[in-house]
């Protein structure tokens, strides 16, 4: 079965800046096009960025020019740079795949304030 393990979120200022992780277990990386998801309490979880395997990368319309999503297949991880970030940033990020599995990682708290 498939595992994600996201890391490297945190509380930061708006305007700053933050990398966050994702290593992927097993075969399920390879070939596959992956995407950083969001979720808050308030909203249903959304797409913010995807990568196919061979490095396309498409983004939602407010992160735009802001985020960069991107891959090393080598290692099964997908990272996602996050500047200017603003309070409206501030949830919970998971990767999986597109479309993606049902199992969900434990996933990476991004909190946007200051």
């Known amino acids: 079965q498939v595992q994600f393990v996201e890391s490297g979120g945190g509380l930061v200022q708006p305007g700053g800046s933050l990398t966050i992780s994702c290593k992927v277990s097993g075969s399920y990386f390879v070939y596959r096009t992956m995407a950083w998801y969001r979720q808050t309490p308030e909203k249903r979880r959304e797409s913010v960025a995807s990568?196919?395997?061979?490095?396309?990368?498409t983004y939602e319309d407010s992160v735009k020019g802001r985020f960069t999503i991107s891959r090393v297949n080598g290692q099964n991880t997908v990272h996602l740079r996050m500047t200017g970030l603003k309070p409206e940033d501030t949830a919970v990020y998971y990767c999986?795949?597109?479309?993606?599995?049902?199992?969900w990682g434990q996933g990476t708290q991004v909190t946007v304030s200051g």
């Open positions: 990568v196919t395997y061979s490095g396309t990368t």
């Open positions: 999986n795949g597109v479309p993606a599995t049902t199992t």
